[in-house]
């Protein structure tokens, strides 16, 4: 079982906005601003899209971004694309560990 | 251009220890900030951070895995050694290397190897 809960699925329209959320608890997201996303396409290794709740990396387009709110945190995707369907990953700074979310798969339909 | 690859047995017994190693180019692990981590995944599963060396030899392991985990840095060869003890069936996963992203305040890994899958059966 992750650390990290996320929701199995979301789906969404090309062009529409998605919200993964990234639920954990007082000792991980609701204390530390150290939560990332990543992306993971099948068969691939994942990419980094997100770090410090709100940053994105070199690269990353700005239709992706972060948030957090109390033990939440959250990515969203706007103007969605047929090639952000993938598996999310949230991750948390947890003291001396890092933990990752079960993982979310995103459908564009 | 940062380029990790991992190497390693594609297959172990039970109770044999795994050394996998991640041969990088594109930055030296002598420089200040730098680090390299490994972290698996199952087949089908999440991910799951494993150990993380740093430029200065510090090391960080998962506590539930601290036991059994080793991880070294040959600097001359640009290569970074994970080893894990006693392994099992669960252990059964791809394992991936990746380059922590520099100048932040915590470990994120910008850039990531292709993964080696390492299966254990009897």
């Known amino acids: 079982q992750s650390a990290l809960t996320q929701p199995r699925s979301v789906s969404g329209s090309p062009g529409q906005s998605v919200t993964i959320s990234c639920t954990g608890s007082?000792?991980?997201?609701?204390?530390?601003?150290?939560v990332s996303w990543y992306q993971q396409h099948p068969g691939k290794a994942p990419k980094l899209m997100i770090y410090?709740?709100?940053k994105r990396p070199s690269g990353v387009p700005d239709r992706f971004s972060g948030s957090k709110s109390g033990n939440t945190a959250s990515l969203t995707i706007s103007g969605l694309q047929s090639e952000d369907e993938a598996d999310y990953y949230c991750?948390?700074?947890?003291?001396?560990?890092?933990?990752f979310g079960g993982g979310t798969k995103l459908t564009v339909l | 251009q940062i380029t990790l690859k991992e190497s390693g047995p594609t297959l172990l017994r039970p109770t044999q220890t795994l050394t996998v190693t991640c041969t990088f180019s594109?930055?030296?692990?002598?420089?200040?900030?730098?680090?390299v981590g490994w972290i698996r995944q199952p087949p089908g599963k999440a991910l799951e951070w494993l150990a993380l060396?740093?430029?200065?030899?510090?090391?960080r392991f998962s506590p539930s895995l601290k036991t059994r985990l080793t991880i070294t840095k040959d600097t001359s060869k640009n290569q970074v050694v994970l080893t894990m003890t006693n392994m099992d069936p669960v252990d059964t996963a791809t394992y991936y290397c990746?380059?922590?992203?520099?100048?932040?305040?915590?470990?994120?890994?910008?850039?990531w190897g292709q993964g080696t899958l390492v299966t254990v059966s009897s």
């Open positions: 990746a380059h922590r992203l520099p100048v932040t305040s915590w470990d994120y890994f910008d850039h």
């Open positions: 594109g930055f030296s692990l002598s420089t200040s900030g730098m680090a």
């Open positions: 060396i740093y430029w200065d030899d510090d090391r």
């Open positions: 007082f000792s991980d997201v609701g204390t530390y601003n150290y």
């Open positions: 410090d709740v709100t």
């Open positions: 991750c948390s700074f947890a003291g001396v560990d890092k933990v």
